[in-house]
C-alpha cells in the first residue's frame, strides 16, 4: 500500500468517495507507490473571489474555483458548475472523475472542473451574464486551448459558453472558439453537442439491454434528475422504444405505469422549470421513484444520489449512471453484494458529453465542421470501443465493470505519467 498524502484542501465526503475509488482501483492493477500520489490528487487548483453589481446597486461577492486534475494527456477538461452546493472538494471530485473518464475513452485530455457558489435562477440576465465574464476573466491566465478547456455543466448552459468565449477572446485580441466547448452553433459549437450526454446515455443504455437480451421496446426506465441530461436520455430512450415511467427533480416526480409522453413533459419544463405539477401522471415524492419497479433506473442528477439507504430499494434491472458519482461507495457495496443489478459506471455511460466536446474543440482548431450525423456516428463508435474495453478488462480480472472501467483510466494516466518522468 501506498504512504499516501493526506489532502486537507479538498477534504469532503464526495473528494473521500473519489479517492476510495482510486484506492480500489489502484491496489487492484498493483500501481506503483511511486506513481500513486502523482495520479491521485489534482495538479493545481485556483479559488476566486467574483463581485458583481447587482441591478439594485448592491454589490455581492460570489466564490468560485478551477480545478485542474491532470495535464500530462493533454489539456485538461471540464464543465463549470453554477451550483449553491458547490465545493471546492466536490469540484476536486468531479476533476479526478473526468480525468478518468477522458483516459477511458481515449480522449488526449485530462480532467479538470470548475464551479461558482451561486443559484443561477436568483441572477437576472444580465447578473448572470456579469458573473460569467468575471469568472472567465479571473482564471483567464489558467485556461486555453492548449492548457484547459471549460464546458457546461449543472447550472450553465451554451449562452454562457458563449459569453464566456467572448470575454476570452477579447482578452486575446482575437476570436477564440476553441477555449470552451457547448458553445452556440452560431458562436463555433458542434452539431449534437447539447444533447450528446444524454444521448450517449441512451445509446450504452441500449447496447446493454441487448447483451442481456431484453429488447428495448419491453424496458420501462425511471429516471431521476431532469435536467439536460434527463431529458435528452429520456428522448432518446423513448424514440428507442422504451417506456419512461417515471421522472422526477428536486420539486417532485411523475409516475405513468402507461408511459409518460416525453415530448409534453421537455415542452411543460421549457414554461415551468421543474416537473411537479405536470398533468402526464401521478405526482410523487423525490423519494418514491427509487423503489419504482423497473428495467432500467438512471440517476441523472447530483452526486451520492443511491445511498445505503435507498440501495436496496432499488427494483431494476440495469443502473445506468448519467450523472457524476451517483452512487456512493457504500450503495455500491450493497448493489454488488446483491447481484442483481447490472452497474452502467459514469465514466463509461456518460462520456457522450465530453467526447462531443472533444469533437468540436477539434473542428475549432481545423476550422472545419461536421454534420450532425458525422458526430453522432463518431460518438457512437468510441462509446463501443470503450464499452469493449471494459468488458473484456472486466471478465479478464473478474472486476466489478466500475472497477474495470476506473482501473482502464487509471493505468492510462499513471502510463502516461511514467513515461514523461519527473520533472526536477
Not at 141 to 170: L, Q, R
Not at 279 to 306: H, M, N, S, W, Y
Not at 374 to 385: H, T
Amino acid at each position: 500500500m501506498s504512504k499516501a498524502i493526506v489532502s486537507s484542501l479538498y477534504d469532503s465526503d464526495v473528494f473521500r468517495m473519489a479517492c476510495r475509488q482510486f484506492d480500489q482501483a489502484a491496489d487492484a492493477i498493483n500501481l506503483p507507490d511511486a506513481i500513486r500520489d502523482r495520479t491521485k490528487y489534482p495538479r493545481r487548483c485556483l479559488a476566486v473571489a467574483l463581485p458583481i453589481k447587482r441591478q439594485d446597486g448592491s454589490v455581492t461577492v460570489f466564490e468560485g474555483y478551477r480545478v485542474q486534475h491532470n495535464l500530462s494527456t493533454g489539456p485538461s477538461k471540464g464543465g463549470i458548475r453554477f451550483h449553491l452546493d458547490v465545493t471546492l472538494g466536490e469540484v476536486a471530485a468531479l476533476a479526478m472523475w473526468m480525468s478518468w473518464k477522458c483516459s477511458l475513452v481515449g480522449l488526449p485530455f485530462g480532467g479538470a472542473k470548475g464551479g461558482v457558489i451561486v443559484d443561477p435562477h436568483q441572477l437576472s440576465e444580465s447578473e448572470l451574464e456579469h458573473l460569467s465574464r468575471r469568472y472567465m476573466q479571473e482564471v483567464i491566465n489558467f485556461v486555453g486551448p492548449h492548457s484547459d478547456v471549460p464546458a457546461p455543466d449543472v447550472g450553465t448552459n451554451e449562452k454562457i459558453m458563449g459569453w464566456m468565449m467572448d470575454t476570452y477572446s477579447n482578452h486575446v485580441g482575437h476570436v477564440e472558439p476553441a477555449v470552451v466547448t457547448g458553445k452556440p452553433i452560431s458562436l463555433g459549437g458542434s452539431q449534437g453537442r447539447h444533447e450528446s450526454t444524454g444521448f450517449g446515455v441512451a445509446y450504452v443504455v441500449q447496447k446493454y439491454l441487448d447483451d442481456l437480451n431484453i429488447p428495448i421496446k419491453e424496458a420501462t426506465v425511471a429516471i431521476q434528475g431532469f435536467g439536460n441530461v434527463g431529458q435528452h436520455t429520456a428522448l432518446a430512450l423513448a424514440n428507442y422504444g422504451a417506456k419512461i415511467i417515471g421522472v422526477s427533480d428536486i420539486s417532485g416526480g411523475v409516475y405513468n405505469e402507461r408511459g409518460i409522453d416525453v415530448k409534453k413533459a421537455l415542452e411543460y419544463m421549457r414554461t415551468q422549470k421543474v416537473i411537479r405539477d405536470f398533468d402526464g401522471g401521478e405526482a410523487i415524492t423525490k423519494e418514491q421513484l427509487f423503489p419504482l419497479k423497473c428495467t432500467v433506473f438512471v440517476p441523472a442528477a447530483l452526486e451520492r444520489a443511491i445511498t445505503a439507504e435507498n440501495a436496496p430499494l432499488l427494483q431494476c434491472r440495469m443502473l445506468a449512471e448519467g450523472a457524476n458519482g451517483p452512487t456512493t461507495n457504500e450503495a455500491d457495496k450493497i448493489i454488488e453484494d446483491r447481484g442483481d443489478i447490472e452497474v452502467i459506471p459514469d465514466t463509461l455511460c456518460n462520456t457522450g458529453g465530453v467526447i462531443v466536446s472533444y469533437f468540436e474543440w477539434l473542428q475549432n482548431l481545423s476550422n472545419y465542421y461536421w454534420d450532425r450525423d458525422e458526430v453522432m456516428r463518431k460518438l457512437f463508435a468510441l462509446l463501443d470501443k470503450a464499452k469493449d474495453a471494459v468488458e473484456a478488462q472486466k471478465r479478464k480480472y473478474k472486476f466489478s465493470r466500475r472497477l474495470a472501467a476506473q482501473t482502464i483510466g487509471i493505468q492510462r494516466v499513471a502510463d502516461a505519467k511514467q513515461s514523461r518522468g519527473l520533472f526536477p
